[in-house]
């Protein structure tokens, strides 16, 4: 081949200042880009030797070799390819942007293919002028009789092009680093990015520095292989030592035995895992191997609760292993990380359009060779595609998840409060997840025994017919039928809904809980900040239920049968003394014969109201006291301090009663104000100072 000289063939000025600036957003992708095609150029001469139309040499090992020259301020990439013959560089290298990959594909699209071809993008070359001055490539082709070819360029569009040196098949490329990127040619930061980028690659990557002393370790001579270098035989003889036996006599007894051992050099280690645990089938892993691979990927010590092994070949190609992580406490970030993969290549993490919003609380990787990368790899096109792979990979998680519920019910449990807050979420954010997920959402109740939400409505079911069973046995004794007849009126007019009760403070709300036990009734927990979205989501889907706060109201089943007209005195006469001594004009009364007597009050505050005031506090407006005209001082007239106070509503006492009777209601509801918490403490030293008379 004559020398050439020339102008790279381009389609727009000026392409090398965007290629620097702007193609990649991370200026250490080159390293994949240059190792991606060494990987491609391996596969490709492989595939011929499959195909019949090449033979590997016997002792082929596929390999990768990276050397860094800190010194020279190089950066060598080799592989054993198929390597290029002067026409080809010609057309692949000196005509940016025509893709060798998708050219190879289309020639042999109707023969075998086992192994994909990672670059179809074009202009993963070039990358390396983000970081170099100058680059060299040293290719041989692997025809027969193929000439080397030696191509340079200094970063402009003019190329130099001569018969090359090169003696074995496939492609070097010498980077020259320029002065702002010589960290690039640093061994440390060298493994650190192909860590980054390359570590399960499916080609052996090795990484070392030219020109440095070599290595050495010593091994059992059994061990040696042809292909080790030796450098020294080594033999260590037995040990013996002196032992006397029990009469008396002494022997000389064999410690450690003789052993034949060899210095070799060192062998190399790739960086990489060409066979990554994903691309295996999930009857053949481990539980061990999946954990190893998690904290190995993850570098994170604490083991996940389960996974979930990602295997799909049709509709599209794709695999991954999804991990469930434990989080330790609320204050621990949910934020996991999803890697993605295009055939063991490492592309982004988190990438929105292919991983569903609620799933990147989750760790795992995902490879998916049929995803329509963009030029960089970096980002996705706008595709139908990518949708239909989000829309699989939920549809994975949800049948896990209820397929767990459905057969391994007490495992489920066990992992239930780590992994509610990302079922919520993700119920909140995907109405297909919502869908599959309803029926196997628990609740914990007051028993911390969980019940699924059609569970939760049986029990509410049983609670209310036995209820009903206790008013009818009342009404069929009443002698008054126009009564009874009015109250059913009354209950055909309520809400239909089934109400499912709920706790936010078990500690707080202490005294509700006592009150719904006494009775026989059951509530759940719902402690986490995202369960008042979450439950208005429930309601909007299930429209047979609604949650209730057991503070909401006082439930029929706490209260003695009585009417109206009998209470109304009371009523109208404690609404007064309590107005007055609390000077609150607008303080709504509601007077009860709850069946506990040593209950004196409670405030209830509608379930509106209360979600009024959580969506407040959420928009930072707490201060506001939205929803608190919904509240209600409820009295118990059975209770005895209640009746003094009715009685002698004129005694000096009972304005600090009444004051004292109101922050304990509220204390069982929510914490008192720091001030009205002072006037609480003293008044209660009060109190006391009363008896103490």
Known sequence: MSNKHGNLSINSDNIFPIIK??????????????????????????????????????????????????????????????????????????????????????????KASEEQIIGHFGLGFYSAFMVADEVHIDTLSYKDGATPVHWECDGGTEF??????????????????????????????????????????????????????????????????????????????????????????????????????????????????TNPLWTKHPNDCTDDEYKAFYRKVFQDYKEPLFWIHLNMDYPFNLKGILYFPKINTEYDSIEGTIKLYNNQVFIADNIKEVIPEFLMLLKGVIDCPDLPLNVSRSALQNDGFVKKISDYITKKVADKLTGMCKTEKETYEKYWDDISPFIKFGCLKDEKFCDKMNDYILFKNLDNKYLTLPECLKVEEEAADSENADTNTDAADSTDNADAAAQNDTAEEKDTRKPVYYVTDAKQQAQYINMFKEQGMDAVLLEHNIDTSFITQLERRNEKIKFVRIDADVTDSMKEETSEEELKEATDSLTETFRKALNNENLKVSVEKLKNASISSVITLSEEGRRMQDMMKMYGM??????????????NANNDLVKYILENKDSEHVPMFCEQLYDLAMLSNQPLSPDAMTKFITRSNDIMMLLAK
């Open 21 to 110: 600036k702007w193609l990649y957003s991370d200026h250490d992708i080159f390293y994949r880009e240059l190792i991606s095609n060494g990987c491609d150029a391996i596969t490709k001469l492989k595939k011929l030797d499959l195909m019949g139309e090449y033979e590997l040499p016997q002792d082929f090992e596929p390999k990768i070799q990276v050397l860094v020259n800190p010194e020279e301020k190089t950066l060598k990439f080799i592989d054993n390819g198929i390597g290029m013959t002067a026409d080809e560089v010609e057309e692949y290298i000196n005509q940016i942007a025509f893709s060798g990959a998708t050219d190879f594909l289309e020639k042999y699209k109707d």
């Open 622 to 635: 707490a201060g506001m006291d939205f929803g608190m005209n919904d509240c209600t001082l409820v009295l």
């Open 160 to 273: 130099d092009m001569t018969d090359g040196t090169k003696d074995t098949v496939g492609t070097t490329i010498t980077l020259f680093l320029n002065e702002d990127c010589l960290e690039f040619a640093n061994e440390y930061r060298a493994r650190e990015v192909i860590e980054k980028y390359c570590s399960f690659m499916p080609t052996p990557i090795f990484l070392s520095k030219e020109n440095a002393e070599p290595e050495y370790e010593t091994i059992l001579a059994s061990e040696v292989t042809e292909k080790d270098t030796v450098i020294e035989n080594i033999v260590e003889e037995a040990k013996y030592e002196e032992k006397e036996n029990e009469d008396g006599t002494k022997e000389q007894v064999e410690v450690s035995p003789r052993t034949e051992k060899a210095k070799i050099v060192k062998r190399p280690v790739p960086l990489n895992d």
